[in-house]
């Protein structure tokens, strides 16, 4: 991996999503010259993708796998997870990018891409597993974690919400932050209305936010190549 990651001047991720909102985004900004990532594959969770079918229009490879066949089968997540771990390993994935992935992953996942994992999440979030984030202007609002952050910002009565990149951890929706901004919610907002403000930010800040990561994982394999 790492003389890979120095020869080829491109760090090979992996898309995990669910519909796949994000990843024109993506891939948009993988095709600039000076990207420093390269999308080697896209998995949905989901047989019916209306991302994976972009995918493919594209000429990326893609891959379903879903939690339900394998739980049909009386098959465990951990050997789901295996089995995602493998399917990434076989594509020389370096780097994760979780971009609608609805499912927490395990333990022995996380360390088969250890530090090398990122979310996106619908909602401003820390580092740490606390109740409140601090905002810009020093006022402090709930972390809305999980699947349904959106709606639980709408109902909240807060004003503003937002969106982060980060790092996964064991921990649901923590992790050191690689970005994150602020969303504005209005009176007359709907979910509908909301989620589509949101994910337009998303779309500004992840695509930065990967190559942050994946400049930061070139160093550290330089450093390394040359200190052997």
Same mark, same amino acid.
């Given at each position: 991996? @790492?003389?890979g990651l120095v020869e080829a001047q491109k760090v090979k991720i992996a898309v995990l999503i669910g519909g796949?909102?994000?990843l024109e985004a993506i891939y948009r900004a993988t095709q600039n010259p000076d990207s420093q990532a390269e999308i080697a594959l896209v998995v949905s969770f989901k047989r019916q993708s209306p991302g994976l079918e972009w995918a493919e229009t594209q000429g990326l490879k893609t891959e379903y796998l879903r939690w339900t066949d394998f739980k049909q089968k009386g098959r465990s997540r951990t050997e789901y997870d295996a089995a995602l771990t493998e399917l990434l390993q076989a594509h020389a994935v370096e780097l994760v990018v979780l971009a609608g992935w609805g499912l927490l992953l395990t333990r022995a996942f996380l360390e088969a891409f250890? @530090?090398?994992?990122i979310n996106v999440h619908p909602a401003l979030l820390t580092d740490t597993y606390q109740t409140k984030v601090r905002l810009d202007n020093g006022d402090f609002v709930p972390v809305f974690r999980g699947n349904d952050?959106? +709606? @639980?910002?709408?109902?909240?009565g807060v004003n503003v919400t937002g969106c982060t990149v980060h790092f996964v951890t064991r921990q649901m929706d923590t992790g050191p932050i690689v970005v994150k901004r602020e969303v504005r919610i209005y009176p007359n907002d709907t979910l509908e209305t909301l989620a589509a403000r949101?994910?337009?930010v998303e779309d500004e800040i992840l695509p930065p936010a990967i190559e942050q990561v994946c400049a930061q994982l070139q160093t550290i394999a330089s +450093?390394?190549?040359?200190s052997e």
């Open positions: 991996m @790492k003389q796949g909102g994000r250890a @530090k090398r994992v952050a959106l +709606e @639980k910002a709408l109902h909240s949101v994910h337009r +450093e390394l190549l040359n």
